[in-house]
């Protein structure tokens, strides 16, 4: 891989590369909202791709055909219908056939039932999406009988905000049924708990037992998953998702991963018990010779760091110790939603939501752990960025310069693009190891990212550049990027409005024009002028090394404005200046 080359999914044009992580964003959306509206253009105009040029004609490679074929009121047609997705005209054309008594087959109604519950008795549009529902995740470590939102759980009743419509299509044709078997019922509760009435569900899976019908695995995920939604203390969940345990036991169900990973998302919802029983259902996962997946560590890294006794390194380290040998593929709707590796690192930065291990070995072991195979895969564009963003910080808190900068180089704007944040980390970082002469790369860095109107990050770059006196060439680059900075406040045009002049950034420019020998710079490009122009107070350092300046370069008339601007803002070091000036310069008579 190219390590200065950007995202894959850009052109690779400099025109079009992203500057900075908002315009990859930005792009990254642009393409997406421009496949989805060739998705859309192609399912609400399928008469404009329906025709095929191909010689030899080569069916799995053509369009897949959106228009129903077979017309008429019969079952293959109702089974067209349903094979392409069609809601409205499925259910229509069931109600044709049961109303002229044409009868339907089983396998065809459960079909039309999955069809039902799965997009919830309306026709899919993303703009019919309903939010996500609300987390119900222990707010609280240590209360372990607290009471969570208020779940009805009488039969009949809904959660509040429920998607599954009282007495729709599916429960409509459910009922008038003839003839019903396990997956008639299974359809159902799957469909009422993925739309939220889980109360519904529950009361379908006890008609399910009470017919003497035996429920998939799939059911008996969906049911763990609704538990902490049909009881209140974290006990009585516990104990109800150990009721569909034993039921599946009895049954003899086999549990997959996404059993257990449902156990341990509502585990997530049973605060001490829950932190009590992770082990154990880990245990018994490996008792089963079921490999976990990225979202059982994500569940198990949320329950036992919140309220384990043990140092929180330590779990991180148990954790990774089984995933740094491995490469993951999807086998959970949660991986790589709920579980990402940024996420993690929020536990070794600076992040104030977080604790700060400030564990750099660990950090490594978990970049290592990112970078194995496609495991990077897990984690969208935003994700990405907030992970290499966050490493960086925490190279720049804990490692040598050295370390840091070849990072930098090797994924700054190809693998991330650096925050506001980074910069000024990366500034310290230098700072700490006496390397202020790399500032002038660091800013071509951050005009081309488009941070040279940041004023926080102006300040600190001007700090760190005047603090101190440095070899000539180091300070002639300096006040190059002095008068960079001071173009960006003061803009050309109307496009930009202009940034606000502080008393310290004068100061700082003054004194990098100053001690670069550019004294006409210092003075007649408004930089000692300006302070009283804008009501500002210049340090003593800023007047006497603009004074040095202007003996070094032999301009005694800079040095009486000196005098003239310090007295007429009322300076106690007026009368020191005036007399440096009488004893360093050669005055005339007039000037005297």
């Known amino acids: ?93 069931f109600d044709q056939l049961v109303q002229a008594g044409t009868p339907i087959s089983l396998e065809t109604t459960n079909s039309l039932l999955d069809l039902l519950c799965f997009y919830g008795d309306e026709e899919f549009t993303p703009e019919k999406e309903k939010e996500e529902k609300e987390d119900l995740e222990e707010p609280e470590a240590n209360a372990s009988e607290q009471k969570a939102p208020k779940r009805q759980f009488q039969g009949g009743s809904q959660s509040p905000g429920s998607r599954w419509r009282e007495n729709n299509n599916a429960e409509r044709i459910f009922k008038i049924m003839p003839e019903r078997n396990a997956h008639s019922y299974c359809t159902m509760i799957r469909g009422m708990v993925k739309h939220e009435a889980f109360a519904k569900g529950y009361d379908m899976y006890m008609d399910l037992l009470n017919e003497r019908h035996k429920a998939d695995v799939h059911t008996f995920n969906a049911l763990i998953t609704a538990v902490p939604y049909l009881k209140e203390r974290f006990l009585e969940r516990w104990e109800l998702a150990k009721v569909f345990l034993n039921h599946m036991a009895q049954q003899e169900v086999q549990p997959n991963l996404l059993t257990f990973n449902a156990l341990l998302k509502t585990l997530r919802k049973c605060g001490a018990v829950g932190r009590s029983m992770a082990l154990p259902v880990i245990k018994e996962m490996e008792a089963l010779d079921i490999e976990p997946s990225l979202a059982t560590y994500e569940h198990l890294l949320f329950i036992l760091y919140r309220g384990a006794d043990l140092h929180p390194s330590g779990i991180f380290s148990e954790v990774l110790d089984h995933v740094e040998s491995r490469s993951f593929a999807p086998q959970d709707p949660d991986d790589g939603t709920d579980f990402n590796l940024s996420d993690n690192l929020h ?103 488009g941070f040279n109107r940041r004023l926080d990050l102006l300040e600190e770059l001007l700090a760190l550049m005047s603090r101190e006196q440095h070899p000539k060439e180091i300070q002639v680059s300096f006040a190059k990027c002095a008068e960079e900075i001071k173009a960006a406040h003061e803009p050309p045009g109307r496009e930009l409005s202009p940034l606000e002049w502080t008393s310290s950034t004068l100061g700082h420019v003054a004194l990098l024009f100053s001690r670069a020998g550019r004294t006409q710079d210092a003075w007649y490009v408004n930089m000692m002028e300006r302070f009283k122009q804008i009501n500002r107070i210049p340090t003593d350092q800023v007047m006497d090394e603009f004074l040095t300046c202007a003996k070094l370069t032999n301009c005694p008339d800079e040095a009486i404005k000196l005098v003239k601007l310090a007295a007429s803002l009322g300076l106690p070091l007026s009368q020191r200046l005036k007399s440096r000036t009488e004893k360093e310069f050669e005055l005339s008579e007039e000037q005297r």
């Not at 891989?1 to 642009?30: E, I, V």
């Not at 804990?398 to 070849?406: N, P």
């Not at 000024?424 to 860095?445: G, H």
């Open 1 to 93: 891989q190219d390590p200065t080359a950007a995202h894959y999914m850009f052109q690779d044009d400099p025109f079009l590369l992203p500057r900075n992580a908002a315009n990859a964003r930005l792009y990254s959306l642009s393409k997406e909202s421009g496949r989805n509206a060739a998705k859309y253009i192609i399912k609400h105009f399928p008469q404009y791709f329906d025709k095929t040029f191909a010689e030899p004609d080569v069916p799995c490679l053509m369009p897949e055909t959106l228009k129903p074929q077979i017309e008429g009121v019969s079952e293959e047609a109702l089974k067209e219908r349903i094979h392409l997705r069609r809601l409205k005209e499925s259910v229509h054309l």
């Open 347 to 449: 536990w070794l930065s600076l992040n104030e939501k977080c604790c700060d291990l400030k564990d750099i070995k660990l950090a490594y072991r978990l970049n290592k752990v990112m970078e194995k195979g496609d495991n990077w895969k897990f984690m969208s564009l935003d994700r990405l960025q907030a992970y290499w963003s966050k490493f960086f910080s925490l190279l720049c808190m804990m490692e040598q310069i050295e370390v840091v900068l070849k990072w930098y180089k090797e994924t700054s704007l190809s693998l991330f693009y650096p925050t506001p944040k980074n910069i000024l980390d990366l500034l310290q970082a230098l700072d700490a190891a006496n390397q202020l002469e790399a500032i002038p790369s660091v800013w071509e860095d951050v005009k081309q990212l």
